[in-house]
């Protein structure tokens, strides 16, 4: 055999080993990317379950208020349609508990706090019939809806406990 033979064999033996290096090394980086990407998954998992606890514990309390009279009706749907909303690991909701949020579309156009106490008070007067009216059609239909969101916040509560 020749010796220009001898060495391109060499060569071409030294470029697969540095090929195989190179491919090696790049698998342990996507193996630590994967792992990476792993770890961050559940980080945020962890997180989303924490935060839906706490948002589901504060459902509860404010069913309970409602459920008791402590709570208005157009401000508990309110606050359980926004609380509801915010939730990271459960969607569709607003069909499962159609007249919460249907009173909330309801009255979310009117105005609270500061703005509210800009209005006349024959305004303020208008918007509180409006809402009362609202309220005393939605009523048993809300008060439905609180016993099936009080049991699904339970649930869901524990389930993020496990």
């Given at each position: 055999?020749?010796?220009f033979?001898?060495?391109?064999?060499?060569?071409?033996?030294?470029?697969i080993?540095a090929?195989s290096l190179?491919?090696?090394?790049?698998l342990?980086?996507?193996?630590?990317?994967?792992i990476?990407?792993?770890?961050?998954?559940?980080?945020?998992?962890?997180?989303?379950?924490?935060?839906?606890k706490?948002?589901l514990?504060?459902?509860?309390?404010?069913?309970?208020a409602?459920?008791?009279?402590q709570?208005?009706?157009?401000?508990?749907?309110?606050?359980?349609?926004?609380l509801?909303d915010?939730?990271?690991l459960?969607?569709?909701?607003?069909q499962?508990?159609p007249?919460?949020?249907?009173?909330?579309?309801?009255?979310?156009?009117?105005?609270?706090?500061?703005?509210?106490?800009?209005?006349?008070?024959q305004e303020?007067?208008?918007?509180?019939l409006?809402?009362?009216?609202?309220?005393?059609?939605?009523?048993?239909d809300v008060?439905?809806n609180?016993?099936?969101?009080?049991q699904?916040?339970?649930?869901?509560?524990?389930?993020?406990?496990e």
């Amino acid at each position: 055999m020749s010796l220009f033979w001898l060495i391109l064999t060499v060569l071409a033996v030294i470029i697969i080993v540095a090929l195989s290096l190179y491919a090696a090394k790049l698998l342990k980086q996507l193996k630590q990317q994967n792992i990476q990407q792993e770890k961050e998954k559940a980080a945020q998992e962890k997180a989303h379950k924490t935060h839906d606890k706490k948002v589901l514990s504060s459902v509860i309390i404010i069913v309970r208020a409602m459920k008791e009279e402590q709570c208005d009706i157009a401000e508990g749907c309110w606050r359980l349609s926004v609380l509801l909303d915010s939730l990271k690991l459960s969607k569709g909701l607003d069909q499962e508990f159609p007249a919460i949020f249907k009173l909330y579309q309801s009255i979310k156009h009117m105005p609270i706090l500061e703005e509210r106490k800009k209005l006349s008070k024959q305004e303020r007067m208008k918007f509180d019939l409006e809402r009362m009216k609202i309220e005393s059609e939605l009523a048993d239909d809300v008060k439905a809806n609180l016993v099936l969101l009080h049991q699904y916040a339970q649930e869901r509560t524990t389930a993020l406990s496990e």
